[in-house]
């Protein structure tokens, strides 16, 4: 068991997840506390096969799993959340994935201290895609 020497299991070593749910995409990162060091990190794309399920729920949740695996192999057994979505001048609304990554991450069994939304919001923005007219349905 790796992890920090001479912890033992009741007490609470921390990582951060970094979850970007994106409408394409789910990403869930597990890095150490100054998100320097990588521990984990596991994608919807690769635990589906079919392109449109990337971002699915259900493929957030078999990442998580995956992830919540690593974590407790390498002795991180608490996690900080940021949730991030797409941002910036596109949908500043979390992806399909994002719930259900963190519920798989609670079911794992790991325990969560903070969840932050680290969306980038812009406080002037370049101009949004779709012209002046916007996108016409």
């Keep these: 068991v790796f992890g920090p020497p001479g912890v033992d299991a009741s007490t609470n070593v921390f990582g951060v997840a970094h979850i970007y749910a994106s409408f394409n995409d789910t990403f869930v990162h597990i890095t150490d506390l100054s998100g320097r060091e990588t521990i984990a ?30 974590c407790k192999g390498r002795g991180i057994n608490a996690l900080h959340v940021k949730l991030r979505a797409t941002g910036g001048s596109k949908t500043k609304t979390p992806g399909p994935g994002a719930q259900s990554a963190l519920r798989a991450l609670a079911r794992a069994g790991m325990r969560l201290g903070r969840i932050e939304d680290v ?9 949004r895609k779709g012209g002046r007219r916007g996108r016409r349905l």
């Design 41 to 70: 990190k596991v994608t919807g794309g690769m635990k589906v096969k079919a392109d449109r399920d990337e971002s699915s729920p259900y493929a957030a949740m078999l990442a998580a799993q995956d992830v919540a695996v690593i």
């Design 119 to 127: 969306t980038p919001v812009p406080t002037d923005c370049t101009r």
